[in-house]
């Protein structure tokens, strides 16, 4: 046993078994045992949920990356654990990271803006014919095109005319017997007053003392001559229209009015309108008169204003555009209008609650009202302070979404199962500008056979997607390579196949059900890929029976592809895609 203990390595491994048996009787057997290993699970990772930043719904029990977006997990913190299904708890940093911002809502008078489409129309009342009160030959035609400018008084043609020879025969000779007969002679003056001679001309017979071979019509008005219905050398009859002369110094505006916004529209408003000829060129007009009937197959009102035209400028027949602004008579609730989702017949805003230690956003079904410039008018749902998201509220959605609870298209969360989601939407910044011009070309033929479709011109919405599919075939299936090759097959196969339905379609509201599916696969396109230039994501809640559909616009202005007759400015701007 001395003889072991001599052993150069003995000594050490003793002073280790009784370093490891001390640690073991003193921490080993401590009643705090527990406490220290969970710390220990803790710190390791054990027993920790661990979520993203910016998708919340990802829940794991160990570090590592999001399956999503590739982020580091990072802890969830007790303020994060929430069953509502009908609010969202996030990070600071998902906030800040998801650009999130939010408003109060605020009592204020709305100021509503109506836009309707118009056109020039002559004023009914400045509108003069020009007939034949006797029968007669046109010897000399004065004026002898349409749309020459004449002054009133004007001669637009001479007539000779033996009822006219008469007619003074019979002023001269009462002329001469006035002191004896007066009577007889201004009967025989009143005659030639209502076939339409001026003074003038009577007194230049009596003063000629015979009658005058020819005699000129003239023009009752100053204005346009807009008919013309008698050439040189023709025979006229009793009651002929000869000519048709418009007064141009004022013209109407003709204004379709949509139903919605046709009760704050009153006589005496002024409405501002430009040419769609000279879009800077803004003037003003009175309304003189609203129709008391709706067009029922456009759902609109005819609205009547007045302008002068004293630079004649303004032609009958021109496309205006007018715009009134109207101040409302109280202050209502407003949150901006791009706090809303639409959804059908529903309206979600999501609500920031500015008392919970980490930020936490509700989901709020809202009444709307009608449409204030930027803003809505809210009747229920929100209370005035409340901070509303007006930017974000997507993204917020699609969490929602993503992790089952109530949402813009999840109503029923939890009680009707998982909601639909659409693909997730990844953008590709990869992708080769070539490729992104050639989209941007397909983009182009779209907007045409969009355009179409507002215009129900079903010939050329199927010339325009005709073209469209062969843009697309041409840019070919497997254009793309690296992260969106997949992306672009999807969409390539899906624009290919309804692409080819609506050319075959035999009416144009079959036509409109492709359409549909053609544009949610290119505003995935877009999001993708991007595209050359600004197109807009609109969207119309009313379209097949409510269920909504969405559609690309170069333009901001609602212009509904789906409902063009009826419900022409229906929709909403949802998103500005560059």
Not at 70 to 97: C, H, K, N, W
Not at 342 to 347: A, E, N
Request: charged fraction near 25%; hydrophobic fraction near 40%.
């Amino acid at each position: 046993m001395k003889t072991l203990l001599n052993k150069p390595w003995v000594k050490p491994v003793l002073f280790i078994f009784t370093g490891l048996l001390l640690g073991w009787l003193i921490f080993g057997g401590s009643p705090h045992n527990h406490d220290h290993t969970g710390e220990q699970a803790a710190e390791t990772g054990n027993g920790t949920i661990w979520t993203c930043s910016m998708h919340p719904s990802i829940r794991d029990d160990e570090p590592g990356t999001c399956p999503i977006c590739a982020m580091d997990l990072i802890p969830v913190t007790s303020g994060d654990m929430d069953d509502d299904r009908f609010s969202m708890v996030m990070s600071e940093a998902a906030v800040r990271l998801a650009e999130i911002q939010t408003t109060p809502a605020k009592l204020d008078v709305p100021s509503y803006h109506i836009w309707a489409p118009g056109t020039i129309q002559a004023d009914e009342r400045k509108l003069a014919t020009v007939a034949g009160h006797y029968s007669g030959r046109i010897t000399k035609l004065h004026v002898d095109f349409t749309g020459a400018a004449v002054r009133k008084g004007q001669p637009l043609a001479s007539v000779y005319s033996e009822e006219l020879l008469v007619a003074q025969r019979e002023l001269l000779e009462s002329y001469r017997r006035r002191d004896i007969n007066p009577a007889l002679y201004r009967a025989a003056r009143q005659r030639l007053t209502f076939w339409e001679l001026t003074d003038a001309q009577i007194d230049a017979i009596l003063e000629k003392g015979g009658p005058v071979r020819e005699i000129e019509i003239l023009s009752p008005v100053t204005g346009v001559v807009t008919e013309r219905n008698i050439t040189l050398n023709d025979y006229i009859q009793r009651g002929q229209t000869l000519f048709r002369v418009a007064d141009l110094s004022t013209v109407w505006l003709l204004f379709d009015v949509s139903e919605t916004d046709i009760y704050r529209m009153r006589t005496g408003q002024n409405i501002n309108f430009t040419l769609r000829s000279r879009p800077g060129d803004e003037r003003e007009a009175t309304v003189t008169f609203v129709e008391p009937t709706l067009d029922t197959s456009r759902r609109t009102v005819r609205v009547r204003a007045e302008a002068g035209n004293r630079d004649g400028t303004l032609r009958p027949g021109m496309l205006v555009s007018g715009n009134v602004q109207i101040d409302a008579q109280q202050p209502e609730l407003l949150i901006p209008a791009s706090a809303v989702l639409w959804t059908g017949p529903r309206s979600v805003v999501y609500v920031r609650d500015m008392e919970a230690d980490s930020p936490r956003f509700e989901a709020r079904e809202v009444t709307l009202g009608s449409r204030s410039g930027d803003f809505y008018v809210i009747y229920d749902g929100i209370s005035e302070g409340e901070h509303v998201v007006f930017n974000g509220a997507f993204k917020i959605d699609s969490e929602m979404q993503l992790a089952d609870k109530f949402s813009m298209m999840n109503r029923i969360a939890m009680d009707e199962g998982p909601a639909h989601h659409s693909d997730d939407i990844t953008r590709f910044e990869d992708v080769p500008d070539v490729f992104r011009a050639q989209l941007t070309d397909v983009i182009k033929l779209y907007i045409e056979g969009k355009d179409a479709l507002v215009a129900s011109d079903f010939e050329g919405t199927v010339r325009a997607f005709t073209r469209m599919n062969e843009k697309v075939k041409g840019i070919g299936e497997h254009s793309l390579s690296g992260t969106g090759h997949q992306a672009w097959m999807d969409r390539y196969a899906a624009l290919t196949q309804h692409g080819g339905l609506l050319t075959e379609a035999n009416d144009i509201e079959a036509a409109r059900t492709q359409f549909r599916f053609i544009s949610d696969e290119l505003i995935k396109a877009v999001r993708q890929f991007g595209v050359e230039g600004v197109v807009y994501q609109q969207y119309c809640p009313m379209t097949f029976d409510w269920e909504g559909s969405y559609w690309l616009s170069t333009e901001e202005q609602i212009a509904n592809p789906y409902l063009p007759e009826t419900m022409l400015r229906c929709g909403e701007v949802i998103e500005r895609l560059e």
